[in-house]
């Protein structure tokens, strides 16, 4: 399996910072690469696909970029709506893997 | 606009079947250009991807499950199914059935989400 690696596990920020969540693959997946959110109770919400696709909807604050086994999600300027947990995922091989995610508390 | 809505008991006993099912409504599950899957998330913990089905019927399954799951679909009733056998407790989770995208393997629409408990 593909493990895929998110840094930080945790992080704290204010309204209005720029952030910036990583995700590596221990393997090389081109592109094959989405971004989720996801809030208490909720189902995750496609963010990114092909690494750096906006879905549509999606604010244009949230921003993905990467290819080969290296990959970044950037919210340009923090909204009380983006605290949440986000997770990164391979679709490149059998089976499709999850990061481990990354909370984003309030600074 | 696409929905999907998982259904299925929310108990089951250990050792027995798991079994749930997606009615996906505001689209046709017979559309070439989609998956069909199954994810689950235990209660704090992942997502962990379960399996996936095309509307012809092939299955994609995680090598972890692929000797307790299965997965059909039923295009006439738009719907597609998993069923988990022998379960136990580690098997408690949030199931979510989801549509990805055959070219860059998105998950783009979910159902709600469906808490499944597995205890005696």
């Known amino acids: 399996d593909i493990q895929m690696t998110q840094s930080p596990s945790s992080l704290s920020a204010s309204v209005g910072d720029r952030v910036t969540i990583t995700c590596r693959a221990s393997q090389t997946i081109t592109t094959l690469l989405s971004w989720y959110q996801q809030k208490p109770g909720k189902a995750p919400k496609l963010l990114i696909y092909a690494a750096s696709s906006l879905q549509s909807g999606v604010p244009s604050r949230f921003s993905g970029s990467g290819s080969g086994t290296d990959f970044t999600l950037t919210i340009s300027s923090l909204q009380p709506e983006d605290f949440a947990t986000y997770y990164c995922?391979?679709?490149?091989?059998?089976?499709?893997?999850f990061g481990q995610g990354t909370k984003l508390e309030i600074k | 606009q696409l929905q999907m809505q998982e259904s299925g008991p929310g108990l089951v006993k250990p050792s027995e079947t798991l079994s749930l099912t997606c009615t996906v409504s505001?689209?046709?599950?017979?559309?070439?250009?989609?998956?069909w899957g199954w994810i689950r998330q235990p209660p704090g913990k992942g997502l962990e991807w379960i399996g996936s089905?095309?509307?012809?019927?092939?299955?994609y399954y995680n090598p972890s499950l692929k000797s307790r799951v299965t997965i059909f679909v039923d295009t006439s009733k738009n719907q597609f199914s998993l069923k988990l056998d022998s379960v136990t407790a580690a098997d408690t989770a949030v199931y979510y059935c989801a549509r990805r995208g055959k070219i860059w393997g998105e998950a783009g629409n979910w159902g709600q989400g469906t808490l499944v408990t597995v205890s005696s």
């Open positions: 505001g689209g046709s599950i017979s559309s070439r250009s989609y998956y």
């Open positions: 089905i095309y509307y012809s019927g092939s299955t």
């Open positions: 995922q391979q679709s490149s091989s059998t089976p499709s893997t």
